[in-house]
């Protein structure tokens, strides 16, 4: 935004603030661009709370230092020209990016459900809760078939080349997805055999582990699959939650799994964990310490999304707060779908694609063993099939308008939300699981992340120097 000493300027009223202290923390609940500023500064911005000149407030001839100032206060929209609509300017930005979604250039992730089924059956569960997805249950074809994995992959690849795209990443997901492995193995096979020489191939995997033997471990080493596994907590804790399908705990079948996985020199870096009420009491900062113990660095948990637990917020957020300050300090990350607003805040949706994960954004394509498709693994949502995916991404399409209807901004039930340009909603399966259910839950877990957003932010401040120098006394306030 050019600065215009002498034009009329308000301070924007998306402008949200988070305090500790004398320092404070100020962003643009649409656009981001999260600074740390003085108290000053602040009490600089509410002179704007009515229209008025830079110039009636710093005099005719402000230093270098309070020019170069203003000029961050404009570019990151904290002040706006008086006319400015702030709303209608980001609509303006988020349908030029229309034709990218229609040219399929966003698609860069492939989903393949290998098995609707799975040995586990943990109480929160989304892929058997999901209440409009039950015929995953009673769907005759619950393991993908090599033909049909080849040609999803075919599929995806020729996308990517049409868009001169080398790197490829393919994710195999469930249910189990080692329920069929013998499939997984065919097709990490294809890849490399017929595609090597073209694309590098980023290969992932969602198990439970607990059909992780010597051999499939080296298979996964050889073809370096990442791997994302769960554990809900030590013995006890995860045994509450975490069940075989035919009853009992799974905590000794999951760390055969993982023990496989080290004695093959692929041990995993991270775990996931699931909150509910029934392991919450159970889960302290043993989780780190045993996670250490194994070499891990990343302890991801996780409130259940579909369910939001009746714990008081304030103890769900000290506690989470608590467990990553204790692993922050010991080298371990535990990020969660409650930091990602945070984290979403580095960047400007103006600038970069800012959502709540790939599937929304429109980077996903997931392909279930019945050939449908959608943009995440657990969605109820179907986008197309693979039977007319040429047309997958045209326009008016099904996953033309997911997408479109998912960008920054058009959510309503998020408009006036001091996060709405970095959660944009959270993630969409508890919304189908809301929407299914016709509970209100949603509300609930809205109020959980703007509060752990905060919090997040004022544990930054206490670890931050000021970064913004505070702009001197306005010159209207010295006459």
């Known amino acids: 935004m050019t600065f215009n000493f002498d034009a009329v300027y308000i301070k924007s009223p998306f402008i949200q603030v988070v305090q500790d202290g004398d320092s404070v923390v100020i962003w643009h609940s649409l656009f981001g661009y999260p600074k740390v500023v003085s108290a000053e500064t602040l009490e600089f911005l509410k002179l704007f709370l009515r229209p008025a000149t830079i110039r009636y407030y710093l005099g005719d001839e402000p230093n270098e230092e309070d020019r170069k100032s203003i000029e961050e206060l404009l570019r990151c929209y904290f002040l706006v020209p008086e006319d400015f609509n702030d709303r209608a300017f980001l609509e303006d930005r988020m349908r030029e990016r229309e034709g990218e979604i229609i040219g399929g250039s966003l698609i860069n992730y492939l989903e393949l459900i290998m098995s609707e089924a799975c040995n586990f059956r943990c109480t929160y569960c989304i892929h058997f809760n999901n209440l409009e997805a039950s015929d995953r249950i009673n769907n005759p074809k619950k393991f993908m078939r090599f033909d049909t994995a080849k040609e999803t992959v075919d599929r995806y690849l020729a996308i990517l080349r049409g868009h001169k795209k080398h790197v490829a990443e393919i994710n195999f997901g469930g249910g189990e997805p080692l329920l069929a492995w013998p499939v997984i193995k065919q097709a990490l096979e294809y890849c490399r055999t017929v595609y090597g020489s073209e694309f590098e191939f980023r290969f992932s995997i969602n198990t439970n582990a607990s059909l992780i033997t010597q051999a499939v471990a080296n298979i996964l080493k050889d073809y370096r699959v990442e791997i994302a596994s769960s554990l809900d907590g030590l013995r006890e804790g995860n045994d509450r939650v975490r069940l075989a399908k035919l009853g009992g705990g799974t905590f000794s079948q999951i760390i055969r799994g993982f023990d496989a996985l080290a004695q093959a020199e692929y041990p995993l870096t991270g775990i996931a964990v699931t909150v509910t009420e029934k392991n919450f009491y159970e889960l302290d900062e043993s989780i780190i310490d045993w996670a250490i113990a194994r070499g891990m660095k990343d302890v991801r948990i996780d409130i259940d999304i579909i369910d939001m637990v009746e714990i008081p917020i304030?103890?769900?957020?000290?506690?989470?707060?608590?467990?990553?300050?204790?692993?922050?300090?010991?080298?371990?990350?535990?990020?969660?779908?409650?930091?990602?607003?945070?984290?979403?805040?580095?960047?400007?949706?103006?600038?970069?694609?800012?959502?709540?994960?790939?599937?929304?954004?429109?980077?996903?394509?997931?392909?279930?063993?019945?050939?449908?498709?959608?943009?995440?693994?657990?969605?109820?949502?179907?986008?197309?099939?693979?039977?007319?995916?040429?047309?997958?991404?045209?326009?008016?399409?099904?996953?033309?308008?997911?997408?479109?209807?998912?960008?920054?901004?058009?959510?309503?039930?998020?408009?006036?939300?001091?996060?709405?340009?970095?959660?944009?909603?959270?993630?969409?399966?508890?919304?189908?699981?809301?929407?299914?259910?016709?509970?209100?839950?949603?509300?609930?877990?809205?109020?959980?992340?703007?509060?752990?957003?905060?919090?997040?932010?004022?544990?930054?401040?206490?670890?931050?120097?000021?970064?913004?120098?505070?702009?001197?006394?306005?010159?209207?306030?010295?006459?």
């Not at 001091?418 to 959270?426: K, L, Q, T």
């Not at 905060?454 to 306030?477: D, N």
Request: hydrophobic share 35%.
């Open 314 to 479: 304030e103890e769900i957020i000290a506690k989470l707060m608590h467990i990553r300050r204790y692993a922050a300090e010991r080298g371990v990350d535990v990020p969660g779908f409650w930091s990602r607003p945070a984290e979403n805040l580095n960047e400007s949706t103006l600038e970069s694609r800012v959502a709540f994960c790939g599937a929304v954004r429109g980077n996903s394509l997931c392909v279930a063993p019945s050939g449908n498709i959608s943009g995440c693994g657990y969605s109820m949502t179907q986008l197309g099939s693979l039977s007319d995916i040429q047309s997958f991404y045209a326009s008016s399409s099904a996953y033309h308008r997911f997408v479109m209807d998912h960008l920054t901004g058009a959510t309503k039930m998020c408009q006036g939300c001091m996060i709405e340009g970095h959660c944009g909603g959270g993630c969409n399966i508890t919304q189908e699981f809301a929407r299914a259910t016709q509970t209100a839950k949603i509300e609930r877990m809205c109020d959980f992340y703007r509060r752990m957003t905060q919090e997040i932010l004022r544990e930054q401040l206490r670890e931050a120097t000021v970064l913004e120098s505070a702009l001197p006394q306005p010159a209207a306030e010295r006459r």
